[in-house]
């Protein structure tokens, strides 16, 4: 079943809040972020490795919702630089 971009979203959002309840109370560094976007990535991998699609997905939730948090804390740089 293939989900609309605003079901997607919204599944990103229960994502990002569950993840407030548990991480980034601290601020973090973008470095910070890309170390836990890989290892959430190198979940991802495992999974669709071991698993297949569906938990690789799950997996990948996880990626997307960090990368927001790291726009959250800071902010979205449209012209591509830091």
């Known amino acids: 079943m293939k ?5 997607i979203y919204e ?9 407030a ?10 470095g910070d972020f890309i170390l ?6 190198a ?3 495992a999974a669709w490795n071991k ?5 690789a997905i799950e ?5 997307a919702a960090v990368a927001v948090a790291a726009m959250e804390q800071h902010g979205i740089h449209e012209e591509h630089g830091c």
Do not use: N, W
Request: glycine fraction near 2%; charged fraction near 40%; include cysteine.
């Open 3 to 7: 989900e609309s971009r605003t079901e």
């Open 11 to 19: 599944a990103i959002d229960r994502e990002r809040e569950y993840q």
């Open 21 to 30: 309840i548990k991480h980034f109370e601290e601020p973090c560094s973008i």
């Open 36 to 41: 836990i976007m890989r290892a959430e990535l």
């Open 43 to 45: 979940e991802a991998e």
């Open 51 to 55: 698993q297949g699609c569906k938990r």
């Open 59 to 63: 997996e990948m939730l996880q990626v």
